[in-house]
């Protein structure tokens, strides 16, 4: 059998890919950049997935319908602070004008332009300072688009991986945006994905679908959907393999890469909450289903008494338990195992004696794995999400001002 090793190296792009972030004007800090934009030298496979919020953003449903219609893109203009949602129709003429701008740049089809927004919802994009900045970006192999679609966030987050598919040398680079307004499914959150293999046309899109249920719709901040979610992963083929279909020996390979990738910025977009001290991990074993393992899971992190009680360390194991029961998982309730990191809670539903002190220096890290025993069958579950500090409130309580 072919192992392969995937290794995580400094970020950087995929063969073919080029990049560029910017300041235009759309954030009031000079040193904030607030407009990017991706190319590849090539059309690309595209999939992606999108906010299940009713108000979808023009450039989130207007990029949804052209990787839906065609499944490829070669470029992507992006920007933060303005959400360009709830605009109505001068919205999405100015989304379309974007495109046409981005293309007669970059001398390509308008309908291979994708367009992502983020920021504040009900406001018009200014088009003058949107254009004046297209035509300032250049396509360099620097990172800074990375940070152009930051709000909130405290720092951009990005992987990268390399690995071998038949002797050819593959990348898979990821970056994304979210803080506040994270939860199923998807959340406000952008999240771009590239990578030099070369895939068949029609498996893309279902792989990243089966993927994002257990990485992105596994995160919660504060049980707020945005209108301008999406993920979109695009393969150029310039590694020069032979296009990967779930047939291929390779197939594994690449599922393992893209799954590592998106698991990744799904928990750094989970630790990095608005106002969050903490990555929360839960771990449920021995679900019933799969579906029920995720479903608990995503219960835990997303209780505002269990975040609470982690936010100060208490040990509470009470609020596990109770979110455990407002769920519809099958489980015996005399049958429980909980561990707060490495201290046994409960076995058998039955409280354990432990160090109160060693335990609350413990959930005094930034990062405190919760592990949940259900004794109901051979699934699991898996969430991450963040404790609730003052800050949170804060934050958005003078988000628009």
């Given at each position: 059998m072919q192992t392969t090793k995937i290794q995580e190296v400094p970020f950087c792009w995929p063969q073919g890919f080029k990049s560029d972030g910017?300041?235009?004007?759309?954030?009031?800090?000079?040193?904030?950049?607030?407009?990017?934009?991706?190319?590849?030298?090539?059309?690309?496979?595209?999939?992606?997935?999108?906010?299940?919020n009713r108000f979808c953003a023009a450039p989130t449903?207007?990029?949804?319908?052209?990787?839906?219609?065609?499944?490829?893109?070669?470029?992507?203009?992006?920007?933060?602070?303005?959400?360009?949602?709830?605009?109505?129709?001068?919205?999405?003429?100015?989304?379309?004008?974007?495109?046409?701008?981005?293309?007669?740049?970059?001398?390509i089809n308008s309908n291979l332009v994708g367009v992502a927004s983020t920021g504040l919802i009900g406001a018009q994009l200014p088009m003058s300072k949107i254009t004046a900045g297209i035509n300032k970006l250049q396509l360099t192999t620097n990172t800074k688009v990375t940070q152009a679609i930051l709000t909130t966030d405290t720092h951009a987050k990005k992987i990268s991986l390399q690995f071998k598919l038949a002797n050819q040398l593959c990348t898979i680079s990821g970056f994304a945006k979210g803080s506040g307004m994270i939860a199923p499914n998807m959340a406000t959150m952008l999240g771009f994905v590239t990578t030099d293999v070369a895939v068949a046309p029609n498996v893309l899109q279902p792989l990243l679908s089966k993927l994002t249920d257990k990485t992105f719709n596994?995160?919660?901040?504060?049980?707020?959907?945005?209108?301008?979610?999406?993920?979109?992963?695009?393969?150029?083929?310039?590694?020069?393999?032979?296009?990967?279909?779930?047939?291929?020996?390779?197939?594994?390979?690449?599922t393992a890469a893209l799954h590592q990738v998106l698991a990744f910025l799904a928990q750094q977009i989970a630790g990095d909450g608005e106002g969050a001290t903490k990555l929360l991990e839960v771990n449920v074993n021995h679900a019933a289903t799969e579906s029920e393992g995720q479903q608990v899971a995503k219960a835990l992190v997303g209780s505002n008494l269990v975040k609470a009680a982690f936010f100060g360390a208490d040990p509470n194991w009470g609020r596990?338990?109770?979110?455990?029961?407002?769920?519809?998982?099958?489980?015996?309730?005399?049958?429980?195992?909980?561990?707060?990191?490495?201290?046994?809670?409960?076995?058998?539903?039955?409280p354990q004696e432990f160090e109160r002190k060693a335990v609350i220096a413990s959930l005094k890290q930034n990062k405190i794995k919760i592990s949940l025993d259900l004794h109901a069958g051979n699934a699991s579950g898996q969430a991450w999400g963040c404790d609730l500090t003052y800050d949170y409130v804060k934050i958005n309580a003078t988000y628009s001002s």
């Open positions: 910017i300041h235009t004007g759309l954030k009031k800090a000079t040193d904030q950049l607030d407009l990017g934009w991706l190319y590849s030298a090539v059309p690309a496979q595209a999939a992606g997935m999108y906010t299940t449903a207007i990029t949804k319908q052209l990787i839906n219609k065609q499944q490829q893109l070669q470029a992507i203009i992006m920007n933060s602070a303005i959400a360009n949602s709830c605009t109505g129709t001068t919205g999405e003429a100015n989304v379309h004008q974007e495109q046409k701008l981005v293309a007669q740049k970059l001398k596994q995160i919660t901040v504060d049980g707020d959907t945005s209108t301008n979610d999406m993920v979109v992963v695009l393969a150029n083929g310039q590694a020069g393999n032979s296009p990967l279909t779930e047939a291929a020996p390779d197939w594994s390979i690449f596990i338990i109770s979110t455990l029961g407002m769920t519809n998982a099958q489980f015996n309730p005399q049958q429980i195992d909980l561990a707060f990191n490495e201290f046994q809670i409960l076995i058998a539903s039955q």
